[in-house]
Every structure is written in C-alpha cells, then in structure tokens.
C-alpha cells in the first residue's frame, strides 16, 4: 500500500506501508492491504505506520482526515506535534 502524510506547510511520509493505525474520531482503528474505501475524520493522537514487522515509524497529529481507497492512503493532518 502507498501511504502520503500531509499537512498544510509540507509532506511529512510518502511511501509503501503494510499497515497503518490512525486515531478515528469514534477510535483508533488500523488499515491494511484491500481495505473497504473509506473516508473518516481523525482526532489528535499517534499514526502508527508498519513497512514490516521490524519497521514502525510514529506521528503524533493534530487531527485532521484519512481517505483509503485502492491500497493508496492520503492522511491530511492539521499538523504535526
């Protein structure tokens, strides 16, 4: 899956990730590979992004939103802590 992380200033991640956690509105919640489409505004907390088991990477964002579709996600965050 291709991940891009942006906030308004600059591209905070762009690459391939086999799953990403995001801080949901109603929770947290993870994506992975074949994922329903899915649209779902985001509440500050930690992005927590997966390339493989050895690999985690974290972002602490101030909220924003999170659009998954096609194994392509886009995360537009209102900034970044």
């Given at each position: 899956m291709n991940l891009e992380i942006l906030t308004p200033d600059?591209?905070?991640?762009?690459g391939?990730?086999?799953?990403?956690?995001?801080?949901?509105?109603?929770?947290?919640?993870?994506?992975?590979?074949?994922?329903a489409a899915i649209i779902s505004t985001l509440e500050d907390g930690e992005v927590i992004i997966r390339a493989?088991?050895?690999?985690?990477?974290?972002f602490f964002?101030?909220?924003?939103?999170v659009e998954a579709i096609h194994?392509?996600?886009?995360?537009?965050a209102e900034g970044i802590a």
């Open positions: 600059k591209k905070v991640f762009e391939e990730v086999t799953s990403v956690t995001v801080p949901g509105t109603l929770g947290s919640f993870q994506i992975l590979k074949d994922h493989n088991k050895a690999d985690e990477q974290r964002i101030k909220g924003g939103v194994n392509k996600i886009v995360v537009l």
